[in-house]
C-alpha cells in the first residue's frame, strides 16, 4: 500500500479505533499501523540490518495518536531513547508531521513530567539542530516546532512537539501531498539521519540528557546501605543488555557519584567518633591513579578498604561493567575482604542513594551475582619494519 493511502486511512479510522480505549490487536487499524506501514516503510529503505520500523497504537490503552518511526539500531531500539524519523500524527488527526525527534522518555526519567523537562527536552532538541545543521538537512527539512493539538493530551504529546529537532512542513490529511513527495521526503530525512548517526560530532543521547541536568550546588548526604540480594541460578547468557544496566558513565555522572561516596565515608567515621581517619580517606582516582578502586577509606575498627564506586544518574541499576584492573583488585585473596563496590544511584539528584557490595567474587561463588564477560580486548606486538 502506498504510503499517502496508508497515511488516509489511519487518520480516517482512528477515532472508531480510539473510541474503544483499550489496544486491539485483531481490529485492521491495528495491523496498518503496526505491521503494514512499518513494512511499508521498510520496503522503501535502503537495506540495512541496522533499520527497525515500528509502529504503535499505544500500550494498554490507546493513545492519544499513532505514530510510525524507524530507528538506527546503531543509536536506539525503540520511541524511549535516542532520536529517529518519525510519522507523527496530531490529536485531532487533521495533519500529520514527518520529524526528525527526541525520544521523550529518556528525558522523563530524568526530570519528571513538568513544564522544567519540556524545556530540557527543548534545550537538547536545539542542540542537536545546531550540531546538525553542517550534515546538509534537506531543503525541506527546516521547520523547528510542529502542533499536535496537545491542550487535553497526555505530557509525552506535548514532549514529542518539544522534541522536535527538524520536520517537513505539516501534510494536512485533506489534501496529501503526491506519494513521491512523501517517499522523496522520507528518504531524504533517513539520508540525513544516517549522516548524524554516523557523525563523530554527535554526542551520544546519554551526553545530551546530563547535559540538559543542573547539577545541585548540594545534596543530603545518604545512608550507606548494603545491597540485599537472593540467590539466584543464572542461565549461560551474557546479561541483560536493558536501562538498568550501568555501562561506563560520564565523567560529570563518575565525579558526582564519588564525592557522594566521599561524604558519606566521613560522615561515616566522624558520627564514630574517628575523624582522624575521615581526615585520612583518600580520593585515588582524583590523582588519576587506578589501582583497582576509586577511594581508600576505613572501617570503624580502622582497618582499610578500598571503594569502587559506580554511579547512575537512573534510579534502579542491577548490573555494573567492571574494567580487568578493578577485577583483578576485587578476587586478590588480600584484598577480596576488605574490597567493596558502592552503588550511587540518582547521582545528579539532591537526594543520592548508596548501597554497597563488600567482596563480589564470594558473592559470585555463592551465586549471589554473576559474572560475564562483555567485552574483550585483542592486542598485539608489531616487530621492526
Request: aromatic residues 10%; contains cysteine.
Amino acid at each position: 500500500m502506498m504510503l499517502r493511502d496508508l497515511i488516509r486511512a489511519t487518520a480516517e479510522h482512528w477515532p472508531e479505533y480510539k473510541a474503544a480505549s483499550t489496544v486491539a490487536k485483531t481490529d485492521p487499524l491495528y495491523q496498518l499501523i503496526v505491521r503494514e506501514f512499518p513494512n511499508s516503510l521498510g520496503a522503501l529503505a535502503p537495506k540495512s540490518p541496522a533499520y527497525h520500523h515500528e509502529g504503535s497504537t499505544g500500550r494498554g490503552n490507546v493513545s492519544a495518536a499513532p505514530w510510525v518511526a524507524s530507528f538506527d539500531r546503531r543509536l536506539t531500539r525503540s520511541a524511549q531513547s535516542g532520536f529517529y524519523p518519525v510519522f507523527l500524527f496530531s490529536t485531532d488527526m487533521l495533519r500529520v508531521y514527518l520529524s526528525f525527534a527526541l525520544g521523550v522518555t529518556q528525558f522523563e526519567q530524568a526530570f519528571g513530567r513538568n513544564r522544567a523537562a519540556l524545556e530540557r527536552i527543548r534545550h537538547a532538541a536545539r542542540r542537536l539542530r545546531e550540531l546538525s545543521t553542517d550534515m546538509a538537512p534537506p531543503q525541506r527539512l527546516a521547520e523547528t516546532s510542529i502542533d499536535l493539538r496537545t491542550a487535553s493530551a497526555p505530557f509525552s504529546y506535548k514532549g514529542y512537539e518539544s522534541g522536535t529537532i527538524l520536520a517537513f512542513p505539516a501534510y494536512e490529511i485533506a489534501n496529501l501531498p503526491d506519494e513521491e513527495v512523501i517517499r522523496s521526503d522520507y528518504l531524504a530525512l533517513l539520508t540525513f539521519y544516517q549522516r548524524v548517526v554516523e557523525s563523530p560530532a554527535i554526542p551520544e543521547i546519554g551526553g545530551l540528557v546530563e547535559a540538559a541536568i543542573v547539577r545541585p550546588e548540594g545534596f543530603l548526604v545518604p545512608d550507606v546501605q548494603e545491597l540485599k540480594l537472593t540467590p539466584k541460578e543464572f542461565g549461560s547468557g551474557g546479561g541483560s543488555q536493558s536501562q538498568q544496566r550501568l555501562s561506563a558513565e560520564s565523567r560529570k555522572v563518575g565525579w558526582a557519584g564519588e564525592l557522594v561516596v566521599l561524604a558519606a565515608e566521613k560522615r561515616k567515621l566522624r558520627e564514630a567518633g574517628r575523624s582522624d581517619l575521615a581526615e585520612r580517606i583518600d580520593h585515588v582516582a582524583a590523582r588519576g591513579e587506578t589501582p583497582g578502586w576509586d577511594i581508600s577509606s576505613f572501617d570503624l575498627a580502622g582497618q582499610d578498604i578500598y571503594i569502587e564506586v559506580k554511579s547512575s544518574k537512573e534510579a534502579i541499576v542491577t548490573s555494573v561493567e567492571m574494567t580487568a584492573n578493578e577485577w583483578q583488585a576485587a578476587i586478590n585473596p588480600q584484598l577480596r575482604s576488605c574490597y567493596f563496590v558502592y552503588l550511587v544511584t540518582m547521582a545528579l539528584s539532591e537526594r543520592p542513594l548508596v548501597a554497597t557490595i563488600r567482596d563480589p567474587y564470594s558473592l559470585m561463588v555463592q551465586k549471589l551475582v554473576k559474572v560475564a564477560a562483555c567485552r574483550w580486548l585483542l592486542s598485539w606486538s608489531l616487530g621492526d619494519t
